[in-house]
């Protein structure tokens, strides 16, 4: 397998390290930076241009500044293969899924990394249990989606497939809000101080502002990359500060709220656990554009993660046979939407396959 890395940061960095080293893949990646990934054992080889990396690609990941993000996929697009499967890594996807209209890109976001960037940082486990969104669209080409998701889960990651509009909402809420609201917390305590001396903080005042400030030139391109989406978020959050601020005044009990909160936050990490036996569904497809993602993204809307997915096209390809990998307590929902959907559905049981190389 061959893969071409555009922007080889610490995700990038991450990704061919985990390729080369998991799926012995040759990795070829394009950066003003390329030397350093190739020292760091991140590449293989290192490309001045796009289209020297991007020749013979099976997958090509565009890890480049949010920003340049809608424009570097065209180009990516413009060189690469007819097979050659295109995504990104970029936090927010409806820019770059309006701008891209190709049926071998599928928008990504992987829920990993950290504070430090650059790819001295890149690490081969950097996905290993790490959520990692794709974004396909009706005119996404099902093969491509298929070889996508099994690439992902050989890096580690666990792929959740999601409507890029659906996604840049919930990232608003659990991503980007959080991170305004460490800095607002930041500026309102270093106002209430008035240049004094800091007393020593607490753990709540550490863990609510691990992020604040995080990677300035970053954050400012993905707020306004997500504007709309997180100024309303923060309207819901000042209707709800408001709605405290009141009771305060009031004198009310608060032992409720308090208690609210944590049963709240309780329930939403215990929504992200995952783990346990699996069952495989077999649904029958026509070979149309848009069916793969169609399933995958109702499965998606349900909260149900699909831990490995295989195609099997008929030997005269008017139709194929679609193999679907979920947790085997959420199988009957799973099932049941897909049938929703119009396609006939067959419980097996048998485990996901397992090693070999992405088809």
Known sequence: MRLAVVGVGLIGGSVGLAARRRLGAEVHGVDPDAGRALAAGAIDAAHDDLAGAVEGADAAFVAVPLDAVP?????????????CVVTDVGSTKRTVVDAVDDPRFVGGHPLAGSEAHGVEHARADLFDGATWYVTPTAGTSG??????????????????????????????????LPHVLANVLVAQAAGA??????????????????????HPALWAQIYRSNAAAL??????????????????????????????????????????????????????????????????????????????????????????????WVAEARAPRAGALVAELGFVVTPLVRSPPEGGEPA
């Open 231 to 324: 100024a309303a978020e923060l309207d819901a959050v000042l209707d709800r500060l408001g709605a405290v601020r009141e009771a305060l005044r009031a004198g009310d009990d608060l032992e409720p709220w308090q208690a609210e909160a944590a049963a709240e936050r309780r329930a939403l990490l215990e929504a992200g656990l995952v783990g346990g036996p699996v069952q495989a569904l077999r649904v029958a497809v026509p070979n149309r554009p848009g069916v793969i993602a169609e399933i995958a993204l109702a499965l998606g809307r349900e909260g149900i993660n699909i831990s490995d997915m295989a195609l099997s096209p008929s030997p005269d390809g008017s139709r194929g046979e679609m193999t679907l």
């Open 71 to 83: 424009a570097t996929v065209a180009a990516v697009l413009a060189v690469a293969g007819d097979s």
């Open 193 to 214: 101080l008035g240049g004094e001396t800091p007393p020593a903080t607490g753990p709540s005042f550490r863990d609510a502002t691990r992020v604040a400030g995080a």
């Open 143 to 176: 093969v491509l989606l298929e070889r996508l998701h099994r690439l992902l889960v050989a890096l580690g990651a666990r792929p959740a497939a999601l409507d890029a509009g659906a996604h840049d909402h919930v990232m608003a809420a659990v991503s980007h």
